[in-house]
């Protein structure tokens, strides 16, 4: 698409989902892509874009090497995290505000592995896999050669291969087993929760040191289970309901009306294999009240 003078604000409103879909699967966080789309739409308003024959690739192009940035200046801050870190969830469905492209890319599971890929692994593979972008213009972005960027997204892409790889469960079966779990956990039934996990399950809680949480991995059946029921036992939530984050149901729960922590798993032969709980108040402020 060609266009002349500064973007309109309807050809703008097209084109965001893409900005800001790059942005976030490049940085696994709703406000800073927000961000880096506000910062792409304030330079597309301003600019002539009479020689740019590809708006959408310019606008993303922009998103990429915007998000580039705030990755190497963040990166003390995330080598610094306080317990393990999990993506800010984003809100997806029918009624969703924040409309992407959706595909394995948005994964909960995807995002959590981009985050071991440096910063130019992470916008090469996004670029070229998600987005098709040739490998010269992923090196203006990078600021390297062609040759560099290839290599750059074939590593990424051999550590990112196990989660293509994985068996997704059905909606149903998904919410089924949230729904069998949290019941479990209420009632205090350790055997049942023990047979709805994977022997060698792993749980994985980010409460950024803002909350309480494991701050490393717990492992097998038996010790998640007992984990689940205290925790229940400790919060006593009153409210929960499934909601749809990054094209998936997850288990929201509530204390009061305010949204305590947000569930997702991982199933596999119809059991849990990975249970991530998103505990951290900061990266589930945008989600609301219930």
Same mark, same amino acid.
């Given at each position: 698409?060609?266009?002349?003078?500064?973007?309109?604000?309807?050809?703008?409103?097209?084109?965001?989902?893409?900005?800001?879909?790059?942005?976030?699967?490049?940085?696994?966080?709703?406000?800073?892509?927000?961000?880096?789309?506000?910062?792409?739409? @304030?330079?597309?308003?301003?600019?002539?874009?009479?020689?740019?024959?590809?708006?959408?690739?310019?606008?993303?192009?922009?998103?990429?090497?915007?998000?580039?940035?705030? @990755?190497?200046?963040?990166?003390?801050?995330?080598?610094?995290?306080?317990?393990?870190?999990?993506?800010?969830?984003?809100?997806?469905?029918?009624?969703?505000?924040?409309?992407?492209?959706?595909?394995?890319?948005?994964?909960?599971?995807?995002?959590?592995?981009?985050?071991?890929?440096?910063?130019?692994?992470?916008?090469?593979?996004?670029?070229? +896999?998600?987005?098709?972008?040739?490998?010269?213009?992923?090196?203006?972005?990078?600021?390297?050669?062609?040759?560099?960027?290839?290599?750059?997204?074939?590593?990424?892409?051999?550590?990112?291969?196990?989660?293509?790889e994985r068996p997704r469960a059905s909606r149903a079966e998904t919410e089924r087993l949230l729904k069998a779990f949290k019941a479990a956990a209420d009632a205090g039934d350790m055997a049942e929760l023990v047979e709805l996990l994977h022997p060698e399950a792993v749980y994985v809680a980010d409460g950024g040191g803002k909350v309480t949480a494991a701050r490393r991995p717990v492992r097998g059946a038996e010790p998640i289970a007992l984990l689940a029921?205290?925790?229940?036992? @400790?919060?006593?939530?009153?409210?929960?309901?499934?909601?749809?984050?990054?094209?998936?149901?997850?288990?929201?729960?509530?204390?009061?009306?305010?949204?305590?922590?947000?569930?997702?798993?991982?199933?596999? +032969?119809?059991?849990?294999?990975?249970?991530?709980?998103?505990?951290?108040?900061?990266?589930?402020?945008?989600?609301?009240?219930?």
């Open positions: 698409m060609e266009a002349t003078g500064p973007l309109a604000e309807a050809d703008w409103r097209s084109h965001r989902p893409a900005v800001f879909g790059a942005a976030y699967r490049i940085l696994g966080s709703v406000a800073e892509a927000e961000d880096v789309a506000q910062e792409v739409w @304030l330079r597309a308003a301003a600019a002539d874009l009479s020689e740019v024959r590809d708006v959408r690739a310019w606008l993303v192009t922009l998103a990429a090497r915007a998000s580039y940035n705030v @990755l190497k200046s963040a990166r003390v801050r995330r080598e610094s995290y306080v317990g393990p870190w999990l993506p800010e969830p984003l809100l997806t469905g029918p009624d969703a505000a924040a409309q992407v492209l959706m595909d394995e890319s948005v994964s909960t599971a995807m995002l959590v592995v981009m985050q071991t890929l440096t910063p130019a692994e992470r916008v090469a593979l996004v670029l070229h +896999d998600v987005f098709d972008f040739p490998f010269d213009r992923i090196a203006g972005v990078l600021g390297g050669t062609p040759a560099a960027g290839r290599k750059l997204a074939s590593r990424a892409r051999a550590r990112v291969a196990a989660v293509k029921v205290r925790q229940i036992e @400790l919060r006593r939530p009153d409210a929960f309901q499934i909601i749809e984050v990054n094209g998936q149901p997850a288990l929201a729960t509530y204390r009061g009306g305010e949204l305590v922590w947000l569930d997702t798993v991982e199933i596999a +032969d119809g059991r849990i294999t990975t249970w991530r709980r998103l505990a951290n108040p900061e990266k589930f402020a945008h989600i609301g009240h219930i």
